[in-house]
């Protein structure tokens, strides 16, 4: 079972190419040894991997030995939630597609907050 999103609905799956995810099956879900809390559905932008690569965490260089493609803007992508939040407070939070973010997301980020910067209701 993928577990709910913000919304209250099943989870829809964020991406598979690149296969995002802590488990690497396109999905925003997440268990309890997923420290990083892998649950927001986003879309990078190149201003948000370059805050990310700034602050420590490289986005965009590949990683294969942790089956990671490196990213590109426009790549949809299992953010980690607080590093959304860190994003959201330096003004260069991505783009959130709501129906593939899990509800966990919300034990660390507002609900209006995701509202705000969702692509999935501002088609």
Same mark, same amino acid.
């Given at each position: 079972?993928?577990?709910?999103? =913000?919304?209250?609905? &099943?989870?829809?799956?964020? $991406? ?15 268990? $309890? &040894? &997923?420290?990083?809390?892998?649950? =927001? ?10 805050? $990310?690569?700034? =602050? ?40 959130? &597609? ?21 692509? $999935?209701?501002?088609?």
């Amino acid at each position: 079972m993928k577990g709910k999103n =913000v919304l209250g609905e &099943d989870l829809k799956d964020c $991406s598979h190419d690149p296969k995002t995810g802590f488990f690497r099956d396109g999905c925003c879900r997440t268990r $309890s &040894d &997923d420290t990083g809390r892998h649950v =927001v559905c986003v879309r990078v932008t190149k201003e948000f991997l370059e805050f $990310s690569q700034d =602050v420590g965490n490289d986005l965009s260089t590949p990683m294969p030995e942790y089956q990671f493609p490196g990213l590109k803007p426009g790549d949809k992508w299992c953010l980690c939630a607080l590093r959304w939040q860190e994003a959201l407070e330096a003004g260069v939070a991505p783009l959130v &597609d709501l129906h593939a973010t899990h509800e966990r997301a919300l034990d660390y980020i507002d609900l209006e907050d995701l509202k705000l910067h969702s692509f $999935s209701l501002n088609k």
